[in-house]
């Protein structure tokens, strides 16, 4: 019983840190949703897709928030949608392609290159 409620505390404590940096810096949850799934025993590629299943509710709750406390600018937003909704259905198809070590240095490598360009900014 005491195991069961350290793993689910554990996983209530990851979820709200995957929320808050949701909150924070947009749909950024997802960076560190990837390994914190993986680190629940999750392959590579189930970490990835179930990081979208889990940031989804969240990164919908914060744009509503910001649309109501008027954060957003809807035409500067509504001008990223289509390509963005083109380039999930590509990178989704993608995924099956991409092997778990390509994909692993594909992520690691757009990690690096995010933090070096918000540092250097």
Same mark, same amino acid.
């Given at each position: 019983?005491?195991?069961?409620?350290?793993?689910? *505390?554990?996983?209530?404590?990851?979820?709200? *840190?995957?929320?808050?940096?949701?909150?924070?810096?947009? *749909?950024?949850?997802?960076?560190?949703?990837?390994?914190? +799934?993986?680190?629940?025993?999750?392959?590579?590629?189930?970490?990835?897709?179930?990081?979208?299943?889990?940031?989804?509710?969240?990164?919908?709750?914060?744009?509503?928030?910001?649309?109501?406390?008027?954060?957003?600018?809807?035409?500067? *937003? +509504?001008?990223?949608?289509?390509?963005?909704?083109?380039?999930?259905?590509?990178?989704? +198809?993608?995924?099956?392609?991409?092997?778990?070590?390509?994909?692993?240095?594909?992520?690691?490598?757009?990690?690096?290159?995010?933090?070096?360009? +918000?540092?250097?900014?």
């Amino acid at each position: 019983m005491k195991k069961k409620l350290m793993k689910t *505390a554990g996983l209530t404590l990851k979820g709200m *840190a995957i929320g808050i940096v949701n909150g924070c810096f947009g *749909a950024g949850g997802g960076m560190i949703a990837v390994p914190l +799934l993986k680190g629940t025993g999750l392959s590579v590629k189930e970490s990835h897709t179930n990081a979208v299943a889990v940031i989804l509710p969240i990164t919908v709750l914060s744009g509503i928030v910001y649309l109501l406390r008027d954060y957003v600018n809807l035409t500067d *937003a +509504l001008g990223f949608i289509p390509a963005g909704v083109i380039g999930a259905v590509l990178g989704t +198809l993608a995924l099956k392609k991409i092997s778990p070590l390509w994909l692993k240095r594909i992520f690691g490598g757009f990690m690096v290159y995010a933090g070096i360009r +918000l540092i250097l900014r």
